[in-house]
């Protein structure tokens, strides 16, 4: 078991992550990384030509077999970790799948446990989808009556949801529902 | 915040470098300054910026008259150019040199300020650098114990802080041979580089560690001791929040340092119209968004932590 512990920090650390990484920071940083490394980015432009094309291609060879044996193995790994200590990967990854799927109806303060599981701070909403921080607030505490006409509110449901990484149709349902009740 | 070095009797240096001008070297090393003192640490920041210092400025304070040549030239104890800056817990050390170049400084009057430092009382010396890759700045950057590098999402800023970390780098490595007694080998393996086939820092570290055991095992420490600490400044959009770690990613994967991504903070105009009234940003807009960022980035310095973000 040792090995398994061993190997996953070694990919964790190509992913350039954290040994208490969740599975969620892990798809996140292996796809920022796969697109860093394939579509370019002003980060790699001024470094570029002093290596070969072979050495980014060996980056990305590299990024992918991490990825690929932690999806793999990560629940075991998670699971087999330091044992009776409930180990923060384990837990955190658990926690995330096991709350977001136990919510029936994704209402303000639902969206909201989300974003915080997700460790998403107001701000990084705001940037990501341009709804002001003001109408965030009041989306995730359900004012519905200082948010504006509906067909804002479903585009800024739906964006948010996206950001959340949840399901946007059926988020943009249930909060609509109550939005309408609301008012 | 943490109490890390509540049981250490000399200060904690900090340096602030990334190689291009008008990133915010001086605005963030002013403003994580002030966080600090805000948190009853006692903090002296140091403007290196020899030559440019302008860190009174952000302070909203006149340009002190006694300044670190009066160390250099009259050999005034550091602890006597310490300018009270107004605001508890924090004073400040000029730069400013008037009447010397800034490159005529020796290595051992270098040395011999960072000794000084390490006896001044306070927590914690928050040293700016300036801008440029001189090897005056390098020497500061490498003496300290954190190194910080402050950048902004614009390719030519991106361009001058990776040569300003392969100077840093190429002059550490060029140190630890010169202790071992190897001066020139590092620049005389550079200087024949086409012969030895590299193209890049990376090629010359494995040809160096190929070069006995004991270099090996000295380049080993060298690597594992170098830790940079990245500021993306000016964040405009979330793109520009994840540059961070793209840039992290270049240096560890390209140039194989061990770098973290430990903050960024997000543009305001207020910022300029602050240092334009004289009146610091984070206690004028101590509830701006971008003054809290500076918090959050100050306590991730000093608790090691990065930015860990998921969209």
Redesign the interface.
Known sequence: MAEMTEMKRKCLETL?L?PDATM??IK??YQ??KD?YTKG???????ED???EE?KEE?VRKIDEAYKWLTLNYQKTGDAGESGSRGGASRASGAVREEVSQIEEFDGPALRRVREI????L??VE??TKISLQHIKNIEEGNYRALPEEVFVKGYIASYAK?LGLDGPKVVEHYLKRYRNGR | MTDKVEDKKCPEIWAVGGGKGGTGKSFFSSSTALCLAETGKRVIVVDADLGGANIHSFLGLKRPRVTLSDFFEKKVPLSDLQVSTGFDNLSLISGDLQSIESDSIKYTQKLKLFRHLRTLDADFVVMDLGAGSHNNTIDSFINADRMLVVTVPAVTALENLYQFIKNVYFRKLKAAFAKKGLKDRVIETWRNRELHGLSNLRDLVEHLRKTSEAMDDVLQSEVDDFRLQIVVNQVKSSTDIHLGASIRSVVRKYLGLNAEYTGYIRYDEYILRCLNNGTPFVRTYGYSRSAKEIETLTRNIINDRQVREVI
Do not use: M
């Open positions: 350039e954290p969620l920071e996140t940083a920022h990384l860093l980015s002003i980060a790699i432009l001024p470094i002093e290596y070969p050495a980056i997700l460790g998403i701070e701000g990084e940037f990501s950001c």
